[in-house]
């Protein structure tokens, strides 16, 4: 297989996987029945359930454009392409953080609140660092942010996608049998698979950029 064949199929499978678990996630908010949701909308704040949709959808927009970003030549091909889909794809992420702040700040669990802010704010961090590097003509520190930035959009998906790991390392700390079933498993497992995610996707991101090829 050819290195530019190779690099095409480890990008679809990305795309596919990324893809998939970002459809498992949006998939109750469909219907935008507040009954399907599965972070209960508090009923003090009507505004809660309208702003958890936009971010759910704004993020999920942002994950599936942003990849466009790093095709291989893409750039130096069709640049008013990779210029619109930045454009669109920065714009969906401020939305998506902005919201995340509200609702994040609305999340009952101290543990998950804090890991939606702290993910929020780097997500606005990184775009805006992202942005103002273009801006400046500055475009390799710009690329090493937007790679940053994308690893936290891809939160989304490597958190659902590590709960099977997490729910197997509790099993294995606690008994294949716990007390309580399968709720007793998720409700802490769903405490940390944010933070598992957003840890893991910085440091793969880290060292994507701390490696020889981009170094370079």
Known sequence: MSKNRYVQVIWGAIAAITSAAAVFAVAPYIAADPGLSRIEPRESFPLH???????IWS???????GWVQFVPGLRNRRPDIHRWAGRAYLGLVAIGGIT???VGMLTESYVRQMAFLTLALLWLFTGWNGYRKARLGRFV???KWMIRNYALTLVAASARLLTPLCILIYLAGHGL?????IAAVLEPVLEINIWIGL??????AEWVLL??????
């Open 49 to 55: 359930f309208p702003l958890l949709l936009v971010h």
């Open 141 to 143: 520190e710009h690329k």
């Open 199 to 204: 840890v893991v996707n910085v440091v793969i």
């Open 177 to 181: 049998q716990p007390g309580g079933g």
């Open 59 to 65: 993020s999920f927009l942002a994950l599936l454009i």
């Open 211 to 216: 490696s020889p090829h981009n170094r370079s």
């Open 100 to 102: 995340g702040l509200t």
